[in-house]
C-alpha cells in the first residue's frame, strides 16, 4: 500500500493568498537534463486576506534549490523550510519584497509531461493545472495572477527558436553559439497559463485584422516535415477570430498570435497566453493524412482555445474546483462556433451521443461528481466529461431559459464586470441574472449536484376537452455523498405533432393568446408538474426534450409505430433522428433478450427495415445527416439501457440487427454508395464531406454481407482512395471481416505512412478495435512493435486506449484477460506518467455494472493497482474511488 494516504482538498477550504505576486521575471539556461531558472518575484501581502502575519509558503515539485535572495540578501538554510513540495519563508517583510529563488530542472527525465520536458527534439512546458510548480517555486494558484517577463538564453543550433508568452521585446548573440531572446506578457496571468517552446521549428505565417483594424501576426509552429499540413489549422484560426468578434464582441488582444504542436501531449490543446501549445493530431492536416473527422476536431480545438483568451485568460478560474467556468463555457463557445461552420444538426447529435454514453456513464458510476467539485486528491483527474461536456450542457440551458439576447447581455456584462479577475461559476451565473432577469436560484443546483436527472413524461388525451395533460415527474439517483437531490430547474423543450406530420399549437389551459413558436420551452421545477394544453382536435404525438434541451435520461412509453412515425415526420432534426436511435435500441435490445433466453431469433428487423427504407427513399440536402440516421446506436449506449451488461448479447444483438439491414437494404446501399463514390481530390466543405460520409455507412453495411462484391469494392476504395476518410472507412471494412488482402492491406498501409505519426496512429486503433476474435493477442503483438512507445500519449490511446473503451466484447473477454492487460500497462504508466495512467484506468471504474464473475475480475485487477507501493497520487485516486 501507499506509504502516505494522498491528501484530499476541499471547496469549503478555500482562502483568499496570503500573499499576491506583482511580477514573475524568468532567466532560463536551457539544457536537455539541466536547466538552470532563475526567477525574480515583486512580493507584497494581500491587503483582503483575513490571516494576520502569515509566513509565506510556495509549491514546488521535483525541483533542486541552488539559492535564494530575500531583498538582494542570500538566505541560507536556517533562513527557510523545504519540503518536497514546498518552500517556506517564516519571516517575510510587511512591506513589498524581491525574492530570487534559482533552481534546476531534468526536462529529459520528466515523462509525465507537465513542467518543462523533452518532446523528441523540442524542449516545451504545460502547466495546467500544476506545472509550474515542477519549474519553479511559486504559488502555483489561479487567484494569484502577475505580469511576466521571461528570458531563453540556448545553444543556437539546437535551439533556433525560442518562444514565450506576450510580445518579444529583444533578442541577442552570446559566445560558444548560444543566443537569448526575451518575452514580455502585458497581461496579468495565473501561472498555469505560463509557456515556453525551445525548439528546430518551421513556421507558417498569415496576419489578421481584427474589427477595429490592429493587425495582429498568426504562426503555427512545427516540425520541418509537417509545414504542409498547416493550412487548414491557419484557416481554423481566422475562422474563429472572426466568430467571436462577431458573436461575442470580442477582440483578440495581443499583436502575435502563435501555435506550436508537439508529438508528446497529454490532453488536445493548451490555451496559454498568446502561445498555444497543441497535440499535433488537432494541428496538422492534409486531404491524405487526415480524415474529415480529424478536420472538423481541428477547427473545434483551435476555436476553443482561442474563445479561451477571453474565457479562461482574461477572466479566470479562483480555484481549480471553478474549472467548468472556463472550460463548459469555452466548450459551448467552441460548440456553437463549429454548429455555424459545419451543420448544426449533425454537429448536436454528436455532441448528444458523446454526453450521453460517455458522461451518463461517468455520473452513474463511482467517479460521478458535479459540475463544481467538491473535493479532489489529484485535479487533473478531474478534467473530466462533467466539467467540459455537462458544463458546457449547463451553459447552454441558461441560454435556453433567457434566451439569445438575454445570454449575450449576459456575457458582455460578464467581460466587462470581471476583466482580469478570477472569478467563480457563481459569479458567471450572476451576471446572467442580472443581465436578463431571470432568477436562476434553483438553477444553481446543476452546478453542485452530481448524478443525471430523470425525467418521466406521461401524455394522457382528453379527447371530449380537446386536452393534452401532460404530467412530467423528475428524480436523480444518488451519487457519491450525494444521497438526496433536490428537484432540478430543467429546461423541457416540447413540440406537439398532428397525425399528419404538421406542428400543433402549443395553448397552455388559461391563456388567451396563442402561442407563437412550434416548440415550446417548459420549466419544470417540482418533482412533480402538471401542464395541460388545450385546443387539439386530434390525439398529437408528444415531441420532448428537442434538441436534448437538458441533460436527462428521458422516460416517455412510445410504442414502435409512434417512434417510426416520428424518425419519418418531426421536425425537428435532433428528435427526428433520436426517435431512429429509440425504435433501433428497442429492436436490438429485444434480440438481446431472445439471446438470454436461449432463443435464436427468427427475422431481427421488421419495423426498423420499413423506417430505414422510408429514410432511404427521402430527399436529403444534408448528407451527414442522412448518414446519421442510417447509422445504428453503439454498443455503448444500448448498453446504458441494461441492468446487468452482457457485451456478448449486445455486440451479437447490434451485430444481428445491421446485418439483416444490409440482407434486406443491400440495393439501395449499394445505388447510394454508387452515387456517391465519386472521384475527388479531398476538399473540405459541407457537400463533400457528407457524400463521404454517407458513401462510407454504405460501404460498412455492405461489408456485414462478406460477398465477392462487398469485397471488391472496399479493396477498390482502399487502392484508390485519395483521402485519408476514403482509405481508413474501407480499410475498417476489411479489418472487420475476413477479407482474403486483410493482411496484405494492413502492410501496405503501414509501409505507406510510416512517416507519419497521426496515420501509424490510426493503423494501431484500427486493430486494437477489430472485434473478431484474437484480438488481444494482436494488441499484445502491437505493444512490442517497434513504432509502439508507451511514452507517446497519443500511442497509448490509440492503442490500449481504443481497446479498453472501443473493443467492448474484447476487453471484457470472460476469462479477464483484457482487464488483466490493462492493469499490467496501468502499472507500467503509472511510473512514466501518472495523468495518462490514470485517464487509462477509468476503463476499469464501472465493474459494477457487469456479471458477478466479470465484477471479481475487473475489482481484483483495481486492487492490484491501488495496492501498488510507489502508486501515484492520479492513479490512486481513481482506483481507490472506483473499488469504494
Ligand atoms: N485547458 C486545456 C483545454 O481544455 C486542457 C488541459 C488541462 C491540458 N490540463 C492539461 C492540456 C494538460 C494538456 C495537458 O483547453
Ligand atoms: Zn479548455
Redesign the pocket.
Known sequence: MREHTPNTVYLKDYTPPDYLIETVDLFFELDEENTRVTSKLRIRRNPESPGEHRELELDGEQLVLESIRLNGRNLNAADYRLGDESLVLPGVPDRPFELEIVTRINPKANTALEGLYLSKDMLCT?C??QGFRKITYFADRPDVMAKYTTTIVADKSRYPVLLSNGNRIATGELKNGRHWVKWEDPFKKPSYLFALVAGRLECLEDRYVTCSGREVTLQIFVEKHDLDKCDHAMQSLKNAMRWDEENFGREYDLDLYMIVAVGH???????NKGLNVFNTKYVLARPDTATDADYEHIEGVIG??YF?NWTGNRITCRDWFQLSLK?GLTVFRDQEFSADRTSRAVKRIDEVNMLRTRQFAEDAGPLAHPVRPESYIEINNF?TLTVYEKGAEVVRMIQTLIGKEGFRKGTDLYFERHDGQAVTCDDFVKCMEDASGVDLAQFRLWYGQAGTPEVRISADYDATNRALNLTVRQSCPATPGQPVKAPFHIPLAIGLLAPDGTELPLRLDGETEPFAQKTRVLDVKASEQHFRFVGLAEKPVVSALRGFSAPVRLHLDRSVEELAFLFSHDPDPFNRWDAGQQLASQVILDLVDQYAEGETPAAADGPLTEAYRRVLSGNWPDLSYLALLLTLPSEEYISAAMKVIDPDAVHRARQTAKLALARTLEAEFRRLYETHHVDEAGRFDAEAVGRRRLKNACLAYLGMLESEEAYRLSVRQFRSARTMTDQISSLAVIVNGHHPEKAACLTEFYERWRAEDLVIDKWFTLQATCHLPGTLDRVKELLAHPAFDLKIPNRVCCLIGAFTQNNAVNFHARDGAGYEFLADQIIALNSLNPQVAARMLTALTPWRRYDEDRQQLMRRQLQRIAGLEKVSKDVYEVAMKSLS
Not at 265 to 271: D, I, P, T, V
Open positions: 504545460q495546467e493545472a501531449f497529454n490532453m488536445g490543446a493548451m490555451e476553443h482555445e479561451h472550460e478534467y
